[in-house]
């Protein structure tokens, strides 16, 4: 079966660097999707990993390793607007996205 | 910019209720999904398009019903609904529907089924 797993919830302090990390089972794999998601709104798109190794954006970073089947996303300089759920999407053979549950970050001051 | 719209935002039914979700997008995406979200759980897609005029069946298609008779509009329907129903759904759209092909979400419809 295919399956994605991520932690449900991590707390991290302001200022502080956070990794979480997602696991992923998929039939077939065309990439791996990070999306941000702040309570009540709209997931918005983060990054995208199709090869391995690091793909760094700003403060925010992904990383993919496809014979582990593993993924994660690396927050630095934590700010309070970071709080937020984080999203893990694995794409499967036919371009098809299976979704993780979503790993609820709590930043403290 | 207006990006996704779902109308509407809110809605209550009751069991056995019709309705219609209706989306729209301004960017000229060729695919369009319909997802919800349930606490615990990934999203989960219900039904998506490839371009006007067609759709297809996703993941948990089973009580709903679509339509994308314009490239822009994506409709779903609910034809008796169940408390089962109860959830936020989403409506996304992407210009491309194979990798990289970034999702651009609407803010969502909760909808609660009595």
């Known amino acids: 079966g295919q399956n994605i797993d991520q932690p449900t919830e991590m707390t991290a302090t302001e200022g502080a660097i956070v990794q979480i990390n997602c696991t992923y089972q998929t039939s077939g794999f065309n990439g791996l999707f990070w999306y941000q998601q702040h309570a009540g709104e709209a997931p918005t798109f983060l990054s995208y990993?199709?090869l391995d190794g690091l793909e760094e954006k700003g403060r925010f970073s992904s990383f993919l390793s496809r014979s582990k089947g593993y993924s994660y996303l690396l927050l630095k300089e934590l700010q309070m607007k970071d709080s937020a759920s984080y999203l893990c999407a694995g794409m499967d053979s036919n371009y098809q996205l299976i979704w993780g549950a979503g790993t609820k970050l709590i930043i403290k001051p | 910019n207006a990006g996704v719209t779902q109308t509407p935002k809110f809605r209550v039914l009751k069991t056995g209720q019709s309705m219609t979700l209706l989306c729209a997008q301004d960017m000229n995406h060729e695919y369009m999904y319909w997802y919800r979200q349930d606490p615990g759980m990934g999203l989960r897609l219900i039904h998506y398009s490839v371009g006007e005029g067609t759709t297809a069946k996703g993941e948990v298609p089973d009580g709903y019903n679509v339509s994308r008779l314009k490239k822009q509009n994506f409709l779903l329907g609910l034809e008796s609904a169940a408390p089962s129903q109860t959830s936020v759904y989403f409506c996304a759209s992407s210009s491309t529907g194979g990798e990289a092909g970034e999702l651009f979400f609407g803010e969502g419809s909760r909808l609660t089924v009595l």
């Open positions: 990993n199709v």
